[in-house]
């Protein structure tokens, strides 16, 4: 059983639709954390959880909502997207949220049409 | 602003020798850096760390050294296998906060 798994590994959806990004982590961590890669950027900081608390919101757009219903499990709900947010969307977890080192998961690709 | 910077896109060398991978940073509050490597189509897995206390540190072939009045550090792998061909981020946080700020990454190409 890998660290942190995420689902779907690759998505494409249009402007309108609304998808959820799912993340599971298995190594019994207190923090979890949504990151964006684009091409040619490095990666982004979007939302931080700790103990089921979000403790940081990167001034993301609305448009994306996270929900952390437990400390195993993390959800990125999109609605409305636009092309520009076609990225891929890696998951990580630490033990605790303090400048630790983070576990991540294979990320989902994601295309906005 | 980027803080963390990785002024290489990429790096080939031969099997055998050595791999230096570089990174500058512009917050002198840092003060734990992280190297991560990505292979194609997997998450970012850790490699190495630095507390800012320290001027090296070694695990086996990779060794990362930093210089804090440059703002600069560096991983060395020796000696490079084709193996460690994979895309490598810099990282760097202060340890209160939550945020890792990463580098845009630079791709190690170890040729046989």
């Known amino acids: 059983e890998t660290g942190v798994t995420q689902t779907p590994r690759h998505l494409v959806m249009g402007m309108t639709n609304k998808k959820s990004l799912k993340c599971e982590q298995h190594l019994g961590h207190n923090a979890m954390y949504w990151y964006k890669q684009s091409a040619k950027k490095p990666l982004e900081l979007m939302f931080v959880?700790?103990?089921?608390?979000?403790?940081e919101n990167n001034s993301v757009p609305s448009r994306f909502s996270p929900e952390c219903p437990n400390s195993s499990h993390l959800f990125l709900h999109l609605h409305t997207l636009q092309p520009e947010d076609s990225a891929l969307y890696l998951c990580a977890s630490s033990q605790d949220a303090v400048g630790e080192k983070l576990f991540f998961g294979s990320g989902t690709q994601l295309s906005v049409l | 602003d980027q803080q963390v910077k990785q002024n290489s896109p990429s790096l080939s060398v031969q099997e055998g020798r050595i791999s230096i991978l570089n990174c500058d940073y512009t917050n002198s509050m840092f003060d734990y850096f992280l190297w991560y490597k990505k292979y194609p189509a997997e998450g970012p897995t850790f490699l190495i760390s630095?507390?800012?206390?320290?001027d090296k540190n070694e695990d086996g072939r990779f060794t990362v050294f930093l210089n804090k009045s440059a703002k600069h550090l560096s991983l060395h792998i020796v000696p490079s296998q084709p193996g460690d061909s994979a895309v490598y981020f810099c990282a760097a946080s202060v340890n209160s906060g939550y945020a890792l700020n990463f580098g845009k990454g630079t791709s190690l190409l170890v040729t046989p």
């Open positions: 959880y700790s103990l089921e608390e979000r403790v």
């Open positions: 630095i507390s800012s206390i320290k």
